[in-house]
């Protein structure tokens, strides 16, 4: 399974994490928002409209970040990680329990989902 994930900065430098709500695997941990690929998508739209769509915000995206691969009950996930701005909306949680705009050195205050883990430590470090 084709997901991606946003790295998204503010103009404070904070990055936006979110954290999963109870029903979903990885529960009350936290994670770059983000989502699954849909047919005939690219990694890009897909992150710009998963963004939309769960946080009621517009992105613009930078680069590649990084890659992960994760183990799930529903096979192996490759997660592509992008650097993006935030550029406009109001944030809402329509997915999440909670988001947070934090500093990077604040990142390892944060308990993530496994694969997120390694983009963090690699942010603050």
Partial sequence: MEVTAAIIRNRQ?????CQRPIQKNC???WEFPGGKLEPGESLEECL????LEELGIT???????AETNTDH???TIHIHF???SFQSGTLI???HNDCKWVLPEELKEYQFCPADKIIADRIHS
């Fill in 93 to 95: 949680a329509n997915e």
């Fill in 48 to 51: 710009i409209r998963e963004c």
């Fill in 13 to 17: 430098n904070e990055i936006l994490i």
């Fill in 59 to 65: 992105i613009a995206i930078e680069g590649k970040f």
């Fill in 27 to 29: 529960a009350f941990l």
């Fill in 82 to 84: 992008y650097t993006c």
């Fill in 73 to 75: 009950s529903k096979g």
